[in-house]
């Protein structure tokens, strides 16, 4: 059985955008038996000697696959997808898997999560500042929508945790009108966002967090 360190308790302000919910939709989609562990953020359960035991940086999320312990997000897919026998058989197809799951953590999320702190008043800025992001957000996008055009998912012909963390990714932006002049990549988050076990995610972590879906859709 899998243990998920996830969120049980953190600041209302970020619920629905925590890392957990990607290590979540992962063990749903891959069919991974799995509990989750809650921890109470704000009153300093990261901080506590058990949790710095298996978290060399206080974080979440951090699963225990029956004494293997493994954090950072995309290590834990990229885990999980081997243990499902998930990825793809052929090298240069995981490859691409592992490609699309760095550009989404690494090249993707910088920009888009920076102008999600800065709409919410995280991170302060100027009107030129945020123009700045916007233009390195539409860069990146620009990429994405080319990597697009004629494919279902991103890094291979079947979705695969790549799509889970660049879907998560696009989520920050998702109440912004980033998207709105990339048909293909709008189309792509609607489409994995539709997936079943996405659903199941949210009402999961919604109910473990306390809120309704509609709060965090």
């Known amino acids: 059985m899998i243990t998920l360190y996830g969120f ?3 600041h209302r302000k970020v619920i629905g955008e925590t890392r957990d919910l990607r290590v979540q939709w992962a063990l749903e989609e891959l069919g991974l038996p799995y509990r989750v562990h ?11 000697p058990a949790f710095a035991a298996i978290s060399p940086f206080h974080q979440a999320p951090v699963i225990d696959d029956d004494g293997v312990v493994i954090a950072e997000t995309g290590a834990i897919l990229l885990y999980l997808a081997e243990k499902a026998g998930a990825l793809p058989a052929d090298a240069v197809a995981r490859a ?10 690494t090249t993707v999320e910088p920009p888009v999560a920076m102008i999600q702190l800065s709409d919410a008043g995280g991170l302060p800025s100027t009107v030129e500042q945020r123009a700045a992001l916007v233009r390195w957000s539409h860069r990146v996008l620009d990429g994405i929508e080319r990597r697009l055009d004629g494919r279902t998912w991103i890094a291979a012909d079947d979705f695969t945790v790549a ?17 709105a002049d990339y048909p293909r990549l709008r189309a792509y988050f609607d489409r994995t ?6 659903q199941r995610t949210l009402e999961r972590y919604a109910e473990r967090l306390g809120v309704t879906v509609a709060d965090i859709r």
């Open 8 to 10: 049980g308790r953190v």
């Open 38 to 48: 809650p921890l109470d953020h704000t009153g300093g359960e990261f901080n506590g």
């Open 96 to 105: 691409a898997v592992n490609q699309w799951c760095f550009a989404a953590l």
């Open 163 to 179: 799509d889970i963390l660049l879907t998560c990714v696009l989520r920050e932006i998702r109440r912004t009108d980033l998207l």
């Open 193 to 198: 966002q539709a997936r079943p076990a996405w």
